[in-house]
């Protein structure tokens, strides 16, 4: 197992508490009060010239921001693994920022964002609005890929049309100012929820980075520094007392954090958590937005897969459990997998072969370790991988892994028994697909994102009746034989839990975030990709050319490709697809 950390990687940052200095904070809050008045009473035009002047700005310090993300890592400077850097941190970054400004754009215009998306309809009743691809190059660099933005049930498509653009609709307003508590795990989300902040709600923010990505800080305030030169963003760094002190600012009108349902009620409802009871009161007395994580599934639908299908598929688990080590709010934390399926030992065999055999990484998100060691006091049937850094864990009754989430590279299996059709039918097949949806719904915490594996001719079989169980699913972002990590990576899709969770229940958070056409009465986004790579996937009866996705972590040009995909992001030329498609190839 080749090695993936640097010899001369630092410790991660650590928690550290910084000085309170409340004057200067005083006076960042003032300044963000002005600037987002004078947003107010800007025109559509000059809002998105200075969303794309931060897209200009944060495309020259790129290569800054992936070299300081990877030391904090802890990754060799050569490692593939920096490719993980360059896609969750500049690109999404990028393709964030252009996307909202073309958006603005098409407003400014009095088009909407959604011009040139034809609804589609569930059995349910939902409208489906297609958001990957929305142009021809997109389609070719993602070829096989796809991501629907569902709207609500019950909400027509005249209605959605009218409303698309949220507060950029709304000139002449302006909502305050935001505190924006950023996650420390991956470099990307602290500019987006600045985004989401300020052109869906119209609101300025002071971004709190997290004590781990301080070395962020000169990098975020250059990237970002046509913001901050409006007066519509300022970025700080400290513990939880700075935290608390802008919680309780009374000029601070709203409050987003990305973090664990554990902060976001002691944010809420104070030290002791205490959120029981009719005579319960919230500490915090401003509204909160939030992400907050959650144990998300893969549910594997039983069927007759080749042995490269076996090895793929599980590359595609492995990689939704050890992306960025482990230490992602949606990485998978627990398989779901039919009893009766002839390959299923055969399956976590394979699997098994590649958490033991891909880069060997320790884990560097603080205490990420401990919470490896945590969970193998926590179950009985634990098997360890990659000198003690991964761990997978047989699920037998009630346990840990379904309801903790772990935040490190620790991946539980649980078997269910389906006693209809015999193992080989599709009546089977499709009997278990609906208990392990049962199960994921109503015993796994939280509601993030949930993931689906089938082959393509039995998700074609199954037709409509795979199609209403898709719908049964309870999750923000679903994935169907694609990671629903590329929901987080798509800048028109939708990021957040499933509507309708409370202050009392927060599980995965209230809110979306991200969602770069600016669509109203969101209920979830689905992506998809192929069940093969090309060119088996042609073979297979799927109309699919990309090669291994750049994401997995077995990919041998994930630097090459993530280099190129931000290559583009930065500037989108035809030229440039010869390159990414080069690098993607040697996957």
Not at 247 to 259: A, E, K, L, N, S
Not at 284 to 302: D, F
Not at 471 to 482: F, K, V
């Amino acid at each position: 197992m080749p090695a993936e950390t640097s010899p001369t990687a630092t410790e991660p940052m650590r928690a550290a508490e910084y000085p309170l200095d409340t004057t200067r904070l005083d006076t960042a809050v003032g300044a963000l009060g002005s600037g987002i008045r004078q947003w107010a009473n800007l025109s559509l035009s000059q809002r998105a010239r200075l969303l794309e002047r931060t897209h200009e700005s944060i495309a020259l310090n790129v290569a800054r921001w992936t070299r300081t993300a990877t030391d904090i890592k802890g990754l060799h400077p050569d490692s593939q693994l920096t490719g993980e850097e360059w896609l969750s941190g500049p690109y999404a970054a990028l393709t964030g920022f252009s996307t909202a400004a073309a958006s603005v754009r098409a407003l400014a215009r009095d088009s909407s964002p959604l011009d040139g998306v034809d609804p589609g309809e569930t059995g349910g009743g939902r409208l489906t609005w297609k958001v990957l691809p929305t142009h021809l190059r997109e389609a070719i660099i993602f070829h096989g890929f796809s991501a629907d933005v569902w709207t609500l049930p019950g909400v027509d498509a005249e209605t959605v049309r009218a409303d698309a653009g949220l507060g950029a609709k709304h000139l002449g307003t302006e909502a305050g100012v935001s505190l924006v508590l950023g996650a420390g795990n991956i470099t990307s989300i602290g500019p987006l929820d600045v985004l989401t902040e300020l052109v869906a709600h119209n609101r300025a923010s002071i971004l709190k980075i997290n004590p781990t990505l301080a070395p962020l800080l000169s990098v975020y305030r250059e990237a970002l520094g046509p913001l901050i030169e409006a007066n519509l963003l300022r970025v700080v760094q400290g513990g939880a007392a700075v935290g608390e002190y802008l919680c309780d600012h009374p000029d601070i009108d709203h409050v987003h954090i990305t973090g664990s349902a554990d902060t976001h009620d002691r944010i809420v409802w104070g030290a002791r958590g205490n959120h029981s009871g009719p005579e319960a009161e919230p500490k915090l007395s401003k509204p909160i937005t939030s992400e907050l994580g959650g144990v998300s599934p893969v549910i594997v639908v039983p069927g007759a897969w080749s042995k490269a299908d076996l090895k793929y598929q599980a590359e595609n688990v492995a990689t939704m459990r050890l992306h960025n080590a482990g230490h992602n709010c949606i990485a998978a934390q627990v398989v779901v997998l039919d009893a009766q399926w002839p390959q299923r030992e055969e399956f976590l065999d394979v699997l098994a072969a590649v958490l033991d055999r891909v880069h060997d990484r320790a884990a560097w998100y603080p205490g990420g370790q401990k919470r490896i060691e945590q969970a193998t006091a926590d179950h009985d049937h634990v098997e360890s991988f990659s000198n003690g850094h991964r761990l997978l864990v047989t699920i037998a009754g009630e346990t840990e892994v379904e309801t903790t989430e772990y935040f490190a590279n620790v991946l539980g299996v649980k078997t269910i028994r389906t006693e209809v059709g015999a193992p080989d039918t599709l009546e089977h097949r499709a009997a278990f697909l609906h208990d392990a949806i049962d199960y994921a719904n109503d015993t796994l915490a939280g509601t993030l994102g949930a993931n689906v594996i089938i082959a393509p001719d039995d998700r074609k079989n199954l037709g409509e009746q795979f199609d209403s169980e898709i719908e049964r699913l309870r999750y923000g972002s679903i994935g169907i034989n694609a990671w629903t990590g590329l929901a987080f990576l798509t800048s028109t899709a939708t990021w957040g839990a499933f509507p309708g969770h409370t202050l009392e229940d927060v599980q995965s958070g209230i809110g979306v975030v991200h969602n770069g056409l600016l669509i109203p009465h969101t209920e979830r986004t689905v992506v998809a990709g192929p069940f093969r790579p090309f060119p088996r996937s042609i073979l297979g009866g799927e109309f699919a050319l990309f090669p291994k996705p750049p994401w997995f972590v077995t990919s041998r040009s994930a630097a090459r490709t993530g280099r190129a995909l931000t290559a583009f992001a930065a500037a989108p030329s035809w030229a440039k697809l010869p390159g990414i498609f080069l690098a993607a190839f040697q996957a």
